[in-house]
């Protein structure tokens, strides 16, 4: 069994480092004008799943990036998700 | 000719005139004595007049050499003016030059300003600023996140368990987590985390978290280092102090742990939507050291990978984890995620520790519940019954910031608006509890210095703790000042129950009794950064 969840983990870190993320920076006005819509959605909801959701105004843009991404791992958010969030929180 | 030289001139010619007819005159001398005489005396006369008219004239001449000397002194001071007017007036044109210069670089200086203000004053494009407001930043961000508080708590334990009162306490209690992020790029990110826990009589320190998190793709991150166990919901998304709604955390998640809280190794994690937003499954397999508890006996407490009594495992653990969230946003009909997890692992160098769980959250505008059920088995050596533990917790929590009471002034509904009243029923099934752990949480036979007063997760003033199946219902009033801070007020209930045993170190039981009914009261302030 051991030797099975390395070889899975193997093939998906192989899988994984062929694809890149998708970067923020190449979105266009209309992608980034969707994902804020989103992120409005998702903001009430995601966050109020485990603790208040916390006003976009608390943290300057570049610490939404670090929280986010922090918490898309705690929370195992679809990316795109997690990227609306970004954009509507930095949107504020 | 001036008048004294005529004079002077027509004198002599009187006086020649005058001796030429002399002798004519002479005959008359009888007759003409008085003439001369008169003649005499005018001549006479005109000496004094002439000596006269000689000193006016030198004293005339005095006044006229002083009055040139005058004059020339104001000549001179008239030419020196008119030299220091001359340098004056070059002066005067040497600063009109500058000026002139002066007023060209004002007006070319004008119009530098006019064109900087209306750049400065024309909007700056966001894109740019962020572009401009990245570069300042650095592309390697930090910040420090966590949270803070003081707890006071008042645990009247009343009963003793074989001998042991199970800690009584009347103590605040202060508690620091700061938590640090790290993003060199943006698909690393690291987090470490340091916990200091203050009390009356000890100090506890603790390194919780330290792992890097590292995004592969859309749907996989890799976690590697030390981290909370991704078992369920408690331990990873409720324990921080200001995420908790109680003080306390749960029995099964407090110092008699179903499941260890924490590991060293690495994850494998992402989440994807499969329907409509808001639908969404996530997963979590990871592997590590494994679990270690404090003694090698029955009910010894479980602890995390960092523990000082962390050499009782020579296997390795591995742990998957699946949740479901089956209701879309649009539908508004709350969010529901349902979990399901297994952490399977070896101990003392071959025994098994296998454990499973499932859990829950609701929420629905102003309400929610969560929960969790956790079953583990431990094979134990040396003849040992196997150590089997069961735990629960439900709980409900309701905002009242919907809620208008009628006949009240605003100020005091906006007051009421702030609260939120929770509950919660928690228990472990645990036929055994070690008495060292008893020991070091209360202190007793160890010199009074509560190691293991403050656990990684939650404050241990419940009055359940380290009791064979316990069970407890907490009823809590939260006053939430801001969305991560707030006042939490609880007050736990133990409920009576059968006991169990009490194990020594040596693995030698004795029974532990009934398990009496006590209260405690806690109340914190936490601040979440």
């Not at chain 2, 008119?82 to 007023?103: R, S």
């Not at chain 2, 009162?165 to 938590?179: G, I, K, L, R, V």
């Not at chain 2, 949740?323 to 071959?350: C, Q, V």
Request: aromatic share 12%; charged share 20%; glycine share 10%.
């Amino acid at each position: 069994m051991r030797k099975l969840f390395i070889a899975i983990l193997l093939a998906a870190v192989t899988l994984g480092s062929v694809c890149r993320p998708v970067s923020a920076q190449t979105m266009s006005k209309d992608e980034k004008r969707r994902l804020i819509l989103k992120g409005a959605k998702l903001w009430p909801v995601y966050c109020n799943q485990c603790h208040n959701p916390r006003p976009p105004g608390e943290k300057a843009p570049y610490e939404w990036d670090q929280e986010i991404m922090h918490m898309r791992m705690l929370g195992n958010m679809p990316a795109d998700n997690a990227r609306a969030l970004v954009e509507y929180l930095k949107a504020r | 000719m001036s008048r004294p030289r005529f004079r002077q001139t027509f004198t002599v010619l009187a006086i020649l005139l005058g001796l030429a007819i002399a002798p004519v005159c002479r005959a008359a001398d009888s007759t003409d004595a008085p003439t001369l005489s008169e003649i005499q005396r005018e001549l006479k006369q005109l000496a004094q007049d002439r000596a006269r008219e000689a000193r006016e004239f030198r004293e005339e001449r005095k006044r006229d050499r002083q009055q040139i000397q005058v004059l020339e002194i104001k000549v001179q001071q008239l030419e020196q003016k008119g030299t220091k007017v001359q340098a004056t007036t070059q002066q005067l044109e040497n600063t009109d030059k500058k000026l002139q210069a002066t007023t060209l670089e004002l007006e070319q200086t004008n119009v530098q300003v006019k064109t900087l203000t209306a750049k400065v004053a024309a909007p700056i494009p966001a894109p740019e600023f962020a572009s401009d407001f990245g570069r300042y930043l650095g592309s390697h961000t930090f910040q420090i996140t966590g949270a803070a508080g003081l707890d006071f708590v008042y645990d009247q334990q009343s009963g003793a368990l074989d001998g042991f009162h199970h800690a009584t306490q009347n103590s605040f209690f202060f508690n620091f987590e700061p938590m640090f992020l790290y993003r060199p790029t943006d698909w690393i990110l690291f987090e470490g985390e340091f916990e200091g826990s203050f009390g009356q009589t000890g100090t506890a320190t603790d390194i919780p978290l330290a792992d890097f998190q590292i995004t592969l793709n859309d749907y996989m991150t890799i976690v590697l280092g030390l981290f909370d166990q991704p078992f369920g919901d408690w331990y990873e998304n409720q324990s921080p102090m200001w995420v908790n709604r109680f003080v306390s955390a749960p029995l099964p998640f407090g110092v008699e742990a179903v499941v260890p809280p924490s590991e060293i190794g690495l994850q494998l994690r992402g989440g994807l939507q499969w329907g409509e937003l808001g639908q969404d499954v996530d997963y979590t397999v990871w592997g590590g050291n494994g679990p270690n508890f404090s003694e090698p006996v029955p009910g010894a407490a479980l602890g995390g990978p960092t523990a000082i009594a962390s050499s009782q495992t020579n296997g390795k653990s591995i742990g998957a984890r699946v949740r479901f969230y089956p209701l879309p946003i649009d539908s508004h009909l709350g969010r529901l995620e349902l979990g399901a997890s297994t952490y399977n692992g070896k101990w003392m160098n071959g025994n098994w520790f296998n454990s499973w769980g499932v859990d829950f959250n609701y929420f629905y505008g102003n309400l929610q519940t969560r929960g969790e059920w956790v079953q583990s088995y431990r094979q134990m050596g040396g003849g040992l019954p196997q150590d089997s533990r069961q735990g629960w917790y439900l709980q409900a929590g309701y905002f009242l910031n919907g809620i208008n009471l009628p006949g009240l002034p605003d100020e005091v509904n906006n007051y009421i608006h702030r609260l939120e009243p929770l509950v919660r029923y928690s228990g472990v099934n645990q036929h055994a509890v070690a008495f060292e752990d008893i020991k070091g949480a209360t202190g007793i036979g160890v010199g009074g210095l509560q190691v293991g007063l403050i656990p990684d997760f939650g404050l241990s003033g419940s009055p359940a703790l380290f009791a064979p199946h316990s069970r407890e219902v907490a009823l809590g009033l939260d006053y939430w000042v801001a969305p991560s801070i707030v006042w939490q007020n609880e007050f736990d209930l133990e409920l009576p129950r059968a006991g169990g045993v009490f194990v020594s170190n040596l693995g030698v039981s004795t029974a532990a009794g009934s398990i009496p009914n006590d209260h405690a009261f806690l109340t914190q302030f936490t601040v979440g950064f």
